[in-house]
């Protein structure tokens, strides 16, 4: 299988600090890597949030995650806290990539990149959805 590469946008928009908790730790007493999603959807949430949006409500559309792809750097352990930096790039007919990067706040080591594909959703028609054109139009560069 090739391995995954990812390129980073030369700057984020958006940052926000998660802690790692006991519950993000696994058995080798470093982030569990099926964690890094979840910090990465609450990072989601925030960047979203400070939009003025939900995910539910993406300018009358909710979001799901339609694939997600992470290269794992260097491990992460409990008590240190993430600067996980977000964009949005990539827009197509029916959504776009979230881009980000786990860096550990006080040594600035990278733990993760990746990227999370959304599809734009209609929960009450149970199908994607047009990305709104108030949403894409936040992102002229992407």
Same mark, same amino acid.
């Given at each position: 299988?090739?391995?995954?590469?990812?390129?980073?946008?030369?700057?984020?928009?958006?940052?926000?600090?998660?802690?790692?908790?006991?519950?993000?730790?696994?058995?080798?007493?470093?982030?569990?890597?099926?964690?890094?999603?979840?910090?990465?959807?609450?990072?989601?949430?925030?960047?979203?949030?400070?939009?003025?949006? =939900?995910?539910?409500? /993406? &300018?009358?559309?909710?979001?799901?995650?339609?694939?997600?792809?992470? @290269?794992? %750097?260097?491990? !992460?352990?409990?008590?240190?806290?993430?600067?996980?930096?977000?964009?949005?790039?990539?827009?197509?007919?029916?959504?776009?990539?979230?881009?980000?990067?786990?860096?550990?706040?006080? =040594?600035?080591?990278? /733990? &993760?990149?990746?990227?999370?594909?959304?599809?734009?959703?209609?929960? @009450?028609? %149970?199908?994607? !959805?047009?990305?709104?054109?108030?949403?894409?139009?936040?992102?002229?560069?992407?």
């Amino acid at each position: 299988m090739a391995r995954i590469r990812i390129e980073l946008p030369a700057q984020f928009p958006f940052a926000t600090e998660i802690p790692l908790l006991i519950g993000h730790i696994n058995y080798g007493n470093h982030l569990d890597n099926a964690q890094v999603l979840g910090l990465v959807s609450e990072a989601r949430l925030r960047y979203l949030k400070s939009l003025g949006y =939900s995910e539910l409500d /993406v &300018a009358g559309r909710g979001i799901i995650a339609r694939d997600a792809a992470v @290269q794992y %750097r260097s491990e !992460a352990f409990h008590g240190e806290v993430m600067v996980v930096e977000m964009g949005v790039e990539d827009f197509h007919d029916y959504g776009c990539d979230f881009i980000w990067r786990l860096t550990d706040r006080g =040594s600035g080591r990278e /733990v &993760a990149r990746g990227k999370t594909g959304i599809v734009f959703f209609d929960y @009450q028609a %149970r199908k994607k !959805a047009k990305v709104p054109e108030a949403f894409r139009h936040r992102f002229p560069q992407a």
